[in-house]
Every structure is written in C-alpha cells, then in structure tokens.
T-cell receptor
Framework: KQEVTQIPAALSVPEGENLVLNCSFTDSAIYNLQWFRQDPGKGLTSLLLIQSSQREQTSGRLNASLDKSSGRSTLYIAASQPGDSATYLCAVQNSGGSNYKLTFGKGTLLTVNP | ETGVTQSPTHLIKTRGQQVTLRCSSQSGHNTVSWYQQALGQGPQFIFQYYREEENGRGNFPPRFSGLQFPNYSSELNVNALELDDSALYLC?????????????FGPGTRLTVL
C-alpha cells in the first residue's frame, strides 16, 4: 500500500528566504508525482507534475525534483513571498494495479511573513 | 476552456440524511475522480468513473455511491450521513482513464453534518 509522508508539517519563514519542502513515498513503482497548492478552504491547484522518467521540473520560482529509487521528492521555492503562504500537497500516482488514483500526503502548511 | 466546477459550494445536513454533490468535468475530459478531505488531512480517494463506469474505488463504505452521465459530468451520493462525513469533497477530471495525465481539481464542496 502506497504511503506518502510530508515533512515538515508546518513551516514559517521570513519573506525572501529560499525553502525546501520534502515528500517521501513507500512504493517506488509510480507513474508520476505531482505537487499541489491549496489555499484555506479551497480546491487544489496543480503546481508541477513530474513523470517517473524525469528528474525535475521547473516553473518560475518553483523547482521540483524526483528520486524515484529512494522514494523522495523535494519542492524548492526561491525568494519566497507572502502570497506563497498556503498548504502544499504532494501526491503520487502508482503505475501498478491501483493506477487510477492519487495518494496524497497530509501537506506542509507554509507561512511567509512580510 | 471551462475548468472543473462543483455544486453546491457549501452544504449543511443532519445525521441520517442523504446528500448529492455534483461535478462538471473540464471540456474534453472523460474521467472523473472524487476525493474526501477531512480537516488537516490530505485528500482520500473515494472512486473514479471512466466513460460512465466505475473504474476504481477506495476504502469507503457502499453508502458512498456515484454516477457519471453521457456528458461526463458526475454525482457523488452519500446516504445515512454520519458526523465523520463532514469534509471538503473534491472532484477531479482527466482524460483517458486510469494511468492517464494530470488530474484537474474543482473548488470543492464543503459538507457539514450536524
């Protein structure tokens, strides 16, 4: 059974700081890994999707890496801004028999202080 | 291109009642997945519909049921509501069934059971 863990559960940083969010998963047989952003009480916004054959993806100030063999991914946010404050969720899609669903971590609550 | 929409936005019910939540998939998508997100938790997979057939199901009791219509919109029905059913219910659409590409999420329906 796939399990996804995100560390830390919460993070508070001053504006302008670079930061790293961590995600680990127990089953390396994945189809892809996706990072989402969720604002309070809202739906999910996809930030980056990394296919299992890729090592990283970049979008603006965001960079996500994937090490499938070790079951780890990181989301790097450069020059953080107060508008980045949100919960960040990591999700994997298995390549095996249950490949119809995403398995999520519990998320990291990020607060960027002005 | 219209994104994923869900209705209603908020809903309050009492224990034992029944509820129907609705989701309109993104244009061109034939697959809809439903997730339940309790407060402070990551989303949990309920089930997926592909071309009007249930394509996979998570660990939810039979009182959680669904439908997908010829236009690929979907309903989630929950019977005999319990207090623990209080959550944000998210719908996601994608194309191509299991193992397919990015799932696009709607804004969610907040269900409160009193």
């Amino acid at each position: 059974k796939q399990e996804v863990t995100q560390i830390p559960a919460a993070l508070s940083v001053p504006e302008g700081e670079n930061l790293v969010l961590n995600c680990s998963f127990t089953d390396s047989a994945i189809y892809n890994l996706q990072w989402f952003r969720q604002d309070p009480g809202k739906g999910l916004t996809s930030l980056l999707l990394i296919q299992s054959s890729q090592r990283e993806q970049t979008s603006g100030r965001l960079n996500a890496s994937l090490d499938k063999s070790s079951g780890r991914s990181t989301l790097y946010i450069a020059a953080s801004q107060p508008g980045d404050s949100a919960t960040y969720l990591c999700a994997v899609q298995n390549s095996g028999g249950s490949n119809y669903k995403l398995t999520f971590g519990k998320g990291t609550l990020l607060t960027v202080n002005p | 291109e219209t994104g994923v929409t869900q209705s209603p936005t908020h809903l309050i019910k009492t224990r034992g009642q029944q509820v129907t939540l609705r989701c309109s998939s993104q244009s061109g998508h034939n697959t809809v997945s439903w997730y339940q997100q309790a407060l402070g938790q990551g989303p949990q997979f309920i089930f997926q519909y592909y071309r009007e057939e249930e394509n996979g199901r998570g660990n939810f009791p039979p009182r959680f049921s669904g439908l997908q219509f010829p236009n690929y919109s979907s309903e989630l029905n929950v019977n005999a509501l319990e207090l623990d059913d209080s959550a944000l219910y998210l719908c996601a659409s994608s194309s191509g069934g299991a193992g397919a590409d990015t799932q696009y999420f709607g804004p969610g329906t907040r269900l409160t059971v009193l």
